[in-house]
T-cell receptor, first 112, second 114 residues
Framework: DTGVSQDPRHKITKRGQNVTFRCDPI?????LYWYRQTLGQGPEFLTY????????KSRLLSDRFSAERPKGSFSTLEIQRTEQGDSAMYLC??????????FGQGTRLTVV | AQKITQTQPGMFVQEKEAVTLDCTYD???????LFWYKQPSSGEMIFLIY??????QNATEGRYSLNFQKARKSANLVISASQLGDSAMYFC???????????FGQGTRLTINP
């Protein structure tokens, strides 16, 4: 499978714990995006990487959130001290330049 | 500011009928792209079709076509000969030129009845 891969698919965590999600983009894609989708809403942009550089961050990305793409390939999104409001689907997408963004299957986070 | 509006929370259609999903957008840019994605219950966002603001012809991809009316700022998705597997959430999205992010609407849940 050469599409965007996200791991894990589901994560249940207790409030206050840290969680980390991984995204493996399509191999030749230099751009990588993270979005968050809450129930009944469309995805909302969180952050964007071009190669290893994080070039844009949404105001939604509070200081408890951090994203990295250390070698310009896979990316991680970490949430520290999770809150119930962090419960959502976290979607990763990648594109070749400004082309169409292709999405992964998402990581569904539940904070209890 | 960019905004996408999808006014149909849910649509119910008989199998084999055509269906139109509405999307209007707001932007002050002259150059932008419009996208439609399908999201089945599995969660993955599946790209369906793209229309550039300067494209003179409506985009088509198999059973999907985009009815682009620039003056009205609408980009409706038309699915012909609907199938049971078309049942899913459908999202309209826009990206302005030079911007990296997609801005999504709230989606329309399409249900195809046998």
């Amino acid at each position: 499978d050469t599409g965007v891969s996200q791991d894990p698919r589901h994560k249940i965590t207790k409030r206050g714990q840290n969680v980390t999600f991984r995204c493996d983009p399509i191999s030749e894609h230099n751009r990588l995006y993270w979005y968050r989708q809450t129930l009944g809403q469309g995805p909302e942009f969180l952050t964007y990487f071009q190669n290893e550089a994080q070039l844009e961050k949404s105001r939604l990305l509070s200081d408890r959130f951090s994203a990295e793409r250390p070698k310009g390939s896979f990316s991680t999104l970490e949430i520290q001290r999770t809150e119930q409001g962090d419960s959502a689907m976290y979607l990763c997408a990648s594109s070749l330049g400004p082309g169409v963004a292709f999405f992964g299957q998402g990581t569904r986070l539940t904070v209890v | 500011a960019q905004k996408i509006t999808q006014t149909q929370p849910g649509m119910f259609v008989q199998e084999k009928e055509a269906v139109t999903l509405d999307c209007t957008y707001d932007t002050s840019d002259q150059s932008y792209g419009l996208f439609w994605y399908k999201q089945p219950s599995s969660g993955e966002m599946i790209f369906l079709i793209y229309q550039g603001s300067y494209d003179e012809q409506n985009a088509t991809e198999g059973r999907y076509s985009l009815n682009f009316q620039k003056a009205r700022k609408s980009a409706n998705l038309v699915i012909s000969a609907s199938q049971l597997g078309d049942s899913a959430m459908y999202f309209c999205a826009m990206r302005e030129e030079g911007a990296q992010k997609l801005v999504f609407g709230q989606g329309t849940r399409l249900t195809i009845n046998p």
